[in-house]
């Protein structure tokens, strides 16, 4: 991964990570892959560091985690996101368009 | 399915994390195995893409609340269980700072409560001390002539109170119960007030008990209330006696007043009654004054300068040449009272910081030897993920740890020192002072645990993490072969610090040392060994007339004089090293001195025939007293070389001079000069030699007798002899204060010796651990070279070329120690001078006899690691490798 992308990434990856989990119950690896996958492998994540971010937003109360059996039958950690997390998704979101939106402007006006 | 989350929640957060980095490992593997990957590289290639599990299970923890209690609670686990895995360790380092924080705390405890706490007065940093000194009238400390004490309280702008005292010296109370000598002093009525001091009971002096011819009133001490009215409320109002004359006691001061006079306490206090006149006599004053709010010490000199001089005229005219040159100071009242104790306090406080400098760079330098075997624990524990700032942290806890405990068995240490010192301490230093441990010294014992632990921890710290640490865990086994060189470096470094700073205490040490020998040493212009003195004081009832005193001397004398072991006997009406009286005198023919210009006060001795030959003192011109001196010839007196000196400084004969002496005040008796004596050091050790005149004891008898026996062998031996003969003539007569001029003289120097014993004791730890200190360098760098020895020995080098080379390393490193120790001492003992007596800070004896002793020292260091490197039996140490 480019030093570039790591600068994107890690100012992000909180926000990223909400939007996975507002979709429903589910676990660190399944996160991981999404993440991956959605972005078409464009963030190449050293998947350990995902999990600092997890127990982060957890403790702060924006995810709530419970042991849950997966398909295969295995105990795995479910992350979930509680009220406090779904504002905040909100928030990060409004933050984010903003900001693109003033950047992409100036990027178009200023030419 | 509830109860398998209550049952996981119930479980430890470590395995829960555990649990869920692995689940995802796992899974990640399971994918890859069904992409086709070989099971075991698929299972390498998941921990690739996972990245360190220690490192992430590390900043999972560090989002945790209260993750930082956590973490400093393993890491003291881990510590302590460190520690006890290598107990010879921790007892030496624990031992060691113990040693360096109990030296601190209880030294400055003493320098707290003396030098640092506010004097027990009312807004005591108002509190100032005016005073004044005449270079030329050549008096003893400085003081404020009347007159001009008087011009200042009338007159000054600056102060809101002014007060002054006079030492008042000893006065023997009488009146219910035993006579009894005690301290007095002589105050202003508002002294107290001054102070913001009110009497515990009863009340204040008035102005009116404070004027010349008023009522004589007196106020008690606390201690002096309790011992001797026994606390009782009643002794107030009741009269007593005070050297004959009759006072009544008004107050009683709290038990928590202190008001030292040169380091004492005084026990009593009468008002000062200044005599109004200024022309005629001069008192000198102390004076301590109330600063205005907002009025600076320099304006305070200012406005009493101007006030100083305005006054100068109305001092008696023999006063007028020692004004041509005044010094004026006014200074806060706590540096005057504190002024003697300021220098010995900070210098043993110097001395127990360089002890704890010592300690630390000891512990550094055990720390870094384990260091070097620690350090694959380290590179492991690194390896596995732990970060470096981890890793500082668990150091930083063992050596906190560490040091808390040596900062505990310190205060303990210290606790004791306290009353050690508090026994030791000569009388004067700071026995008015209440020292004990308070919360500004734990406070400090606190404090200096911390930065031991930090200092002695950090270093080590550094050099653990400078050389690679992949490089480490790849050296196989040999944990010799880790020291790098910045480390040995360091190591080296730390021990030449340890000497330097042994050299500098050792050298203040033998500064004091040398200097007490000086002051034992000084010739006092008498023979002081085998000497017997004894005082006899005879009761006026008994013997109240010249010829009774007389008839009693005489015979006293014939007796002692014919005991055996007795090669001479006098007597005298004071101690040849003691106070004496002064007598006003004058020379015939000459302009009569003022009253109390102190130029024309000389001490004034009777002595018996004998005196200058019991005490070996040479008679320089014309002759000494014999028998041809009795009570019915014509009075003759014997001056010394200091008195001619003085008053006949242009080389005039003396003999045959007449001295006129003023006994009541006026001048009343001539007395022709028959002879000159040496001078002998009257005022003290430290002191100059001061005129005096002797007159014979037949001719000017007294009640307060001294004896003088030389014996022909130990003195004490003739005590009971002599006690004998006083009760042969007199059953009544007690014979008090027997004791040798050398047990007399050595109470003179129980300052100089406590100060030298004290550095000393400091500067033998010190040369003890830096010794410790030397030895371990040495000791780790030959075990680190065995390797090379024992190719240089099967290359064919001797066991003594062996022996010096490891010889060689070590003195270079006390050589090195040695010259920086020289430096700071040339720096920093010029800060002793005031407490050296006869020797330069700079003395190159006392120099080049601690480079012979720290080179000693450092020789025996390395003797012991070289005898065992030319022991190497090259075989053995080529084949280790």
């Known amino acids: 991964m480019t030093d570039e992308k790591t600068a994107i990434l890690k100012g992000t990856l909180d926000m990223l990570i909400l939007k996975v989990v507002a979709l429903g119950p589910i676990h660190g690896y399944a996160i991981s892959q999404r993440i991956q996958q959605i972005s078409k492998d464009y963030f190449q994540l050293q998947e350990g560091s995902l999990y600092p971010a997890l127990h982060r937003l957890e403790n702060r109360g924006f995810l709530a985690a419970d042991w849950q059996s997966t398909d295969t039958g295995r105990e795995a950690k479910f992350y979930k996101l509680t009220r406090k997390g779904r504002k905040r998704l909100e928030t990060e979101m409004e933050g984010w368009e903003r900001m693109t939106e003033a950047v992409a402007l100036i990027l178009r006006t200023a030419e | 399915m509830r109860w398998p989350t209550r049952f996981f929640r119930k479980r430890n957060r470590e395995s829960q994390l555990d649990s869920e980095l692995r689940f995802h490992i796992e899974q990640k593997t399971a994918e890859l195995i069904a992409k086709g990957v070989d099971p075991s590289e ?38 302590i269980r460190t520690l006890r895995k290598s107990p010879g360790f921790t007892t030496t380092a624990i031992l060691t700072l113990a040693l360096g924080i109990g030296a601190n705390t209880a030294i400055f405890s003493v320098v707290d409560a003396v030098l640092l706490r506010p004097l027990p007065y009312k807004d005591p940093a108002h509190l100032v001390w005016a005073t004044i000194q005449f270079p030329k009238a050549k008096m003893h400390g400085s003081f404020v002539p009347h007159p001009i004490y008087f011009a200042w309280r009338d007159q000054n702008d600056v102060f809101s109170g002014i007060a002054a005292t006079h030492s008042e010296g000893n006065f023997t109370l009488t009146g219910g119960g035993i006579p009894e000598r005690i301290r007095g002093m002589g105050v202003s009525a508002n002294f107290f007030s001054v102070l913001g001091v009110e009497p515990a009971l009863g009340r204040d002096f008035t102005s009116e008990e404070d004027r010349p011819g008023g009522p004589h009133a007196a106020i008690l001490s606390y201690g002096l209330w309790q011992s001797r009215f026994a606390g009782d409320p009643r002794a107030l109002g009741q009269p007593i006696m005070l050297n004959d004359r009759g006072y009544s006691t008004v107050g009683v001061l709290p038990a928590s007043f202190k008001f030292p006079i040169p380091g004492r306490q005084p026990q009593l206090f009468v008002p000062l009654a200044v005599p109004t006149s200024t022309r005629s006599e001069v008192w000198y004053l102390n004076v301590i004054a109330r600063l205005k709010r907002g009025v600076t010490l320099a304006q305070a000199e200012a406005d009493l300068s101007l006030i100083e001089s305005r006054a100068f005229p109305l001092l008696p005219k023999f006063f007028g040449r020692f004004t041509q040159e005044v010094h004026l100071s006014v200074i806060p009242l706590h540096d005057h009272l504190t002024a003697g104790a300021r220098v010995p306090l900070l210098t043993l406080m110097a001395a127990v910081v360089f002890i704890l400098l010592i300690a630390c760079a000891n512990i550094a330098n055990l720390q870094l030897s384990r260091g070097s075997v620690r350090a694959r624990e380290f590179a492991l524990r690194s390896a596995l993920g732990a970060t470096r700032s981890r890793l500082a942290r668990q150091l930083l806890t063992e050596s906190m740890l560490l040091s808390v405990m040596g900062g505990l068995v310190g205060l303990a240490g210290g606790f004791w020192g306290v009353v050690l010192l508090r026994a030791f301490v000569p009388v004067g230093l700071l026995n008015v002072w209440n020292v004990h441990i308070d919360g500004t010294a734990l406070a400090f014992t606190i404090a200096v645990s911390a930065l031991a632990g930090v200092v002695s921890g950090l270093w080590p710290m550094s050099t653990l993490f400078s050389p690679g640490l992949n490089d480490t865990l790849q050296t196989t086994g040999r944990a010799q072969a880790t020291g790098s060189r910045s480390n040995v470096f360091l190591r080296n470094l730390l021990a ?46 008994k013997y109240s007339t010249s010829p009774q005193l007389e008839a009693f001397s005489a015979q006293l004398l ?89 008053f006949f400084p242009h080389g005039e004969n003396p003999i045959g001079k007449v001295i006129l002496l003023a006994p009541g005040g006026a001048y009343q008796r001539a007395v022709p000069i028959i002879g000159v004596a040496a001078a002998i050091q009257r005022a003290g050790l430290s002191g100059k030699p001061l005129p005096e005149i002797f007159q014979p004891i037949a001719q000017s008898p007294s009640s307060d007798i001294r004896v003088l026996l030389r014996t022909a062998s130990d003195p004490r031996i003739l005590a009971p002899a002599l006690r004998s003969q006083v009760l042969a003539i007199d059953r009544q007569l007690p014979l008090s204060h027997v004791a040798t001029m050398d047990d007399l003289l050595a109470g003179e120097t129980s300052r100089q010796r406590f100060e030298a014993a004290v550095v000393g004791l400091f500067a033998a730890l010190a040369l003890a651990l830096a ?66 007596f006869q020797i330069t800070p700079a003395d190159p004896a006392t120099y080049s006899a601690v480079a012979v002793v720290l080179a000693t020292v450092a020789l025996m260091a390395c003797w012991i690691p070289g005898r065992r490197a030319m022991r190497v039996d090259p075989n053995v140490a080529l084949r280790h490798e």
């Open chain 2, 42 to 79: 698929a299972r390498r290639h998941a921990m690739a893409k996972f990245g360190g599990v220690e490192a992430v299970k590390e900043d999972c923890r560090e989002s945790r609340a209260f993750y930082w209690l956590e973490s400093l609670l393993a890491d003291v686990r881990y510590a």
């Open chain 2, 496 to 541: 030449v610090a340890e000497v330097a700073a042994a050299v500098v205490l050792l050298i203040a040490a033998g500064l004091l040392l040398r200097s007490f020998l000086r002051l034992t040493d000084v010739s006092l212009g008498f023979n002081t060994h085998d000497l017997l003195t004894a005082q006899i004081s005879l009761p006026s009832e």
């Open chain 2, 558 to 646: 014939g007796r002692i004089s014919a005991l055996p072991g007795v090669r001479a006997a006098s007597l005298s009406t004071s101690l040849p090293n003691a106070l004496y009286m002064d007598m006003r005198v004058g020379i015939e023919g000459r302009p009569v001195p003022g009253l109390n210009d102190p130029t024309s006060f000389v001490p004034l001795d009777s002595v018996s025939d004998g005196y200058f030959r019991t005490l070996g003192i040479p008679i320089l011109l014309g002759r000494g007293f014999d028998n041809r001196d009795g009570p019915k010839t014509a009075r003759v007196a014997v001056v010394n070389q200091e008195f001619v000196r003085r």
């Open chain 2, 771 to 836: 010794g410790v200190g030397i030895y371990g360098v040495i000791s780790y760098t030959v075990d680190q070279r065995t390797h090379e020895i024992g190719i240089r020995m099967a290359l064919g080098a001797e066991r003594d070329d062996v022996l010096r080379l490891v010889i060689r390393d070590g003195m270079f490193m006390a050589g090195t120690g040695v010259v920086v120790g020289i430096g700071g001492a040339l720096a920093l003992t010029r800060l002793l001078r005031s407490l050296l």
